[in-house]
């Protein structure tokens, strides 16, 4: 199973951060943090790297049915979406597939709210 | 000494077995600090090791709108961005799984549980050998991490 959805896209690259954080808000999720690989790894190591953005999103009600399902979930919280510099101009937005991750968790009840996330995120991506 | 509460001992136990089970964390309890200076100690010794703080998330705040009166229960999403450029390098998607977790939560009263990410299960379907080398080395540096939090404690 792919760990990711991921699309490509063309656009400014901060026009895009917006688009996606706007569609993930459609769907109930809160970026919680927003990682700038290119700016942290320049400054912490002077290593340079395009333009990479983490994007930490949760949404609160999925968040809370997952930790009553599996009370140490939150370990994996919350999901990711990247968006990152391609060639050309182009820019691919990613979003971590929570079917893969739990995979690992063995948990039947975890698995239908993970498929529901996913949807989610499916959604989004389908709108960037 | 059981006679006297068996029935929170029993609950207690059958938790920590439940919680050695889990495959995707390692969790360890803690009875005899507080909250606060166990997510103190564990964030000295993230420093030490140049683990880098990138968020903290009190869920118990977060979730009060779903759950009123939940317990302490906290997120640190910690990274160290050596280890994240190398796992970039090797491939461009493992963002994905950055950063790492560690959370803190109170499972009962005086009773913490730590748990860290095991990012050997977790970063597993990347299936690049050098993700693979660098999920073990991150794992043992947490785990140094969740027996440190008591040694702290007796230098004080």
Known sequence: ?128 | MKRENPAKKEISNQNYTESRRTTYCISQRYGSQTFSEILKNIKEALAKRDFDVLLELALDKYLKKDIKDMPPHVILSVCNSGTAAKALTADLQSGVFLPCNITVKEVDQGNIEVSIEDTTVTWASSNTNELGELAKKTTETLKQILSEIDQQRMKL
């Open chain 1, 1 to 128: 199973m792919e760990y990711y959805f991921a699309k490509t896209v063309t656009g400014e690259f901060e026009e895009v951060i917006k688009k996606v954080t706007n569609e993930l808000e459609k769907e109930g999720f809160g970026v919680l943090t927003e990682i700038d690989i290119k700016a942290t790894l320049k400054k912490k190591l002077d290593v340079d790297f395009k333009k990479y953005r983490i994007l930490g999103a949760c949404n609160a009600p999925y968040a809370h049915k997952a930790l009553k399902a599996e009370d140490k979930i939150g370990t994996m919280l919350p999901c990711n979406v990247i968006v990152q510099e391609l060639e050309n101009g182009r820019i691919e937005v990613a979003a971590v597939n929570p079917m893969a991750s739990m995979q690992a968790v063995k948990n039947k009840d975890l698995e239908s709210i993970a498929k529901e996330i996913g949807d989610k995120l499916k959604q989004v991506m389908d709108k960037v």
